[in-house]
Every structure is written in structure tokens, then in C-alpha cells.
């Protein structure tokens, strides 16, 4: 169902009013972009592709045409730290580029983390694409600023812990890594995939474990990640407190 004939303005470009402008269907990458390289491209493109497949979207996005868009930006603060969003829909291709406002303060300082009241349906597919149907990520995020946290942490129907209002959520226990699984319900993040990389690679412990909230209180640390933050450490989950610092230290075996 798409009306071909309504437009929408968009920074400067004609956005057509399809289903993704009507129903939310369409799926879209924010890709953190370092002097003016995208961080981790192809496994973005990778997962776009995978979305645009299930929703039926007869596009594409390649590595060339992502690169041609940044060397075409002129030098500024967002090329050398930004953030890059690519969104599609059955009639629309849209990028655009902003600024990257993760701070070193917040590194040292660390998330504040609560739970949401909102259940993520792991049931659904859509879940675990990354689509234009976000209001309820959205929403939390700006009700967690309002309650004094940073990040708040979807539980399942089954209430076990799932992810963050945009973060994956991973747990220090001793030297090992926790981490729910995706089948938890979750965006199979791309800084996600990359810890798990990593902690394989350098030999770190990991372990993919459905978790519930009584389980916070036997880990030593945490921390969330996404494309643009990377790997922020938890100063809180609730009452639970963290050693940001010894978080800081477990991630740099990672990094």
C-alpha cells in the first residue's frame, strides 16, 4: 500500500510516503563513523540486508555507496566522530550524518541502569530487526533520562532480561562474560556481535545464558554496548553498584 503521489521533506530531500512512512516498515543502521571511516561496515550492511529481505524491500545499500556519501561530506566535527544513518523503505534511501555526543565523562562516571515496565515480545520477529517501529525504545530512553538513569533494560514475556533501550547488556562474573541470548528477544546488535568476537579471540570466557533479575546480584559487572558507544560501563543496575573502574579494566582486554 503506497501512495506514491504524497511527499514529505526530509534535510533537504523528497521522502515518497509509502509503508515505511505510514506503517513503519522499513529498517535503517547507525554506524559510528571515526575520521571519516565507518566503524564495522559490512557486518551493518549485512544486517540491513537481512531486514530489507524480510520485510520483502527490493534494495540495497553497498560499501561504495556509503563511502561515496561521507567522502562527499565536507571536513567537519561529525565526519572525524559521528554517527551515520542509513534508512530504507520500499520507496526511500535516505543517509544522513551527526554528531557523536558520547563523552569520556560518561565513560569514568558510567550508566545508570533500571528496568523497564515495558516486556519485550520475544515472539515476534520484528524484534530482532532493526526497524522504523522503535516509539517504545524511544520513549523509555527519554523516561530514563527523566527518572534520573541513563539506560533502562527490557524483560521478556517470560521476565528474563532481554536489552536496553538501545544497548545489548553483558555481565562481568569473575573472569567471565554473561550475556543473554538472543532468542531472549533482542536486535542482534553489530558491538554485540564484536564483543563476542573479541572475548572468543583473545580468549576471554563467555557465556550466553537466559537471565533474570535476581541473577544482577551475582556479578561483579556490567556494561552496555552499541555502535555508537561501544562498551559503556554500569556504575548501577537498581540497587546493584559497580566498580566502574575494574569494569573499565575488563573492557580493555576486549577493545
Not at 521533506?9 to 535503517?28: E, N
Not at 515480545?121 to 538513569?149: F, V, W
Request: proline share 3%; charged share 25%.
Amino acid at each position: 500500500m503506497q501512495n506514491k503521489t504524497e511527499e514529505k521533506k526530509s534535510s533537504g530531500s523528497t521522502v515518497l510516503a509509502d509503508d515505511g512512512f505510514y506503517f513503519g516498515i522499513g529498517a535503517f543502521e547507525t554506524i559510528a563513523v571515526e575520521e571519516g571511516i565507518p566503524q564495522l561496515l559490512a557486518w551493518h550492511l549485512e544486517r540491513l540486508r537481512d531486514s530489507l529481505a524480510f520485510f520483502g524491500i527490493d534494495q540495497s545499500v553497498e560499501e561504495q555507496e556509503v563511502l561515496a556519501y561521507l567522502n562527499a561530506c565536507p571536513q567537519s566535527e561529525e565526519k572525524q566522530h559521528g554517527a551515520l544513518k542509513i534508512t530504507v523503505t520500499a520507496q526511500n534511501k535516505l543517509f544522513g550524518l551527526r554528531k557523536n555526543t558520547y563523552s569520556e565523562e560518561q565513560y569514568q562516571k558510567g550508566f545508570r541502569l533500571g528496568f523497564s515496565e515495558i516486556r519485550r515480545n520475544e515472539t515476534s520477529p520484528l524484534t530482532y530487526h532493526k526497524t522504523l517501529g522503535i516509539a517504545d525504545n524511544i520513549m523509555e530512553k527519554r523516561n530514563a533520562k527523566k527518572s534520573g538513569l541513563d539506560e533502562k533494560i527490557f524483560l521478556n514475556q517470560k521476565g528474563q532480561i532481554s536489552e536496553g533501550c538501545t544497548t545489548n547488556i553483558f555481565f562481568i562474573q569473575d573472569d567471565k562474560l554473561v550475556t543473554p541470548p538472543v532468542s531472549s528477544g533482542m536486535l542482534p546488535g553489530v558491538m554485540r556481535r564484536y564483543v563476542i568476537k573479541e572475548a572468543g579471540r583473545r580468549g576471554v570466557l563467555l557465556e550466553e545464558k537466559e537471565l533474570y533479575p535476581e541473577d544482577i546480584s551475582k556479578f561483579n559487572g556490567c556494561f552496555v554496548t552499541n555502535s555508537l558507544l561501544g562498551m559503556m560501563p554500569a556504575a548501577s543496575f537498581g540497587e546493584r553498584k559497580f566498580d566502574t573502574a575494574k569494569v573499565l579494566h575488563f573492557i580493555e582486554q576486549i577493545l
